[in-house]
């Protein structure tokens, strides 16, 4: 009958589909989303508990130190050393509210914090009104430029008056090569901060960072440098 002889050819025609459909899928196996390119001794999974803060209004439309327009809308967050396009898992260790940020920005420049949230960022943790939280937070990713990651200094100071700042560096430049000054825009005027020595490793860094402290009677910090060739390659 023409009705069996239709089933009959459709019934060896779908055979026939599967076998080109599996043909074809196995020839665009090779295909995968792509992935990160992580810079080399990337800390993936990294993890740091501490205290956080937000920063907001005072600095929103400033540019950030990836060269971005610092949006406090948006779920951002500062870091001193992660390289600059990382993703973290951020947690709350009071609400137990956790939040995803991409570091974009350098800071928080104040002792005893790790980071600083976004005001969103800060909102979705339940933050803003506390101003500050404990926090643990966790590297799952990188969204940065590709290549080795910038080189560690040591902040030692932050001047408003460029001749003091000069001063300072050239104290510093026969013991630590590499010395330099960086003009920021703040919310209260232009500070000039003053970057000691650059170094390849945290414990290097900090073993200067103690000397410094030491020797200036001064607080620094260690910030990874993100300008242009600023970069350790292999970690």
Same mark, same amino acid.
């Given at each position: 009958m023409p009705g069996e002889k239709r089933t009959s050819t459709s019934r060896l025609l779908l055979p026939l589909f599967a076998f080109l459909l599996t043909t074809w899928l196995s020839g665009c196996s090779g295909w995968s989303p792509a992935r990160p390119s992580y810079p080399p001794g990337y800390p993936l999974g990294f993890i740091e508990r501490g205290s956080a803060s937000w920063y907001g209004p005072g600095f929103h439309g400033n540019r950030t130190a990836n060269g971005e327009v610092y949006d406090m809308?948006? %779920?951002?967050?500062?870091?001193?050393?992660?390289?600059?396009?990382?993703?973290?898992?951020?947690?709350? %260790?009071?609400?137990?509210?956790?939040v995803t940020v991409r570091i974009n920005d350098r800071g928080p420049f104040a002792r005893g914090r790790i980071l600083d949230l976004s005001l969103a960022g800060a909102q979705a943790v339940g933050m803003v009104g506390r101003g500050t939280d404990e926090i643990e937070l966790r590297v799952i990713s990188y969204e940065g430029r590709a290549g080795g990651m910038g080189v560690l200094r040591v902040q030692v100071g932050s001047f408003a008056d460029p001749a003091n700042a000069r001063a300072l560096v050239e104290r510093l430049r026969s013991a630590y090569p590499g010395s330099k000054i960086v003009g920021v825009d703040l919310p209260d005027g232009r500070r000039y901060r003053v970057y000691a020595g650059q170094f390849q490793t945290e414990a290097a860094?900090?073993?200067?960072?103690?000397?410094?402290?030491?020797?200036?009677?001064?607080d620094p910090f260690i910030v990874r440098d993100d300008a242009p060739g600023a970069t350790t390659g292999n970690p």
């Open positions: 809308h948006k %779920l951002t967050a500062a870091h001193r050393t992660l390289p600059l396009g990382s993703v973290a898992v951020v947690r709350s %260790l009071s609400t137990g509210r956790q860094a900090e073993q200067a960072a103690a000397h410094l402290r030491r020797a200036l009677e001064t």
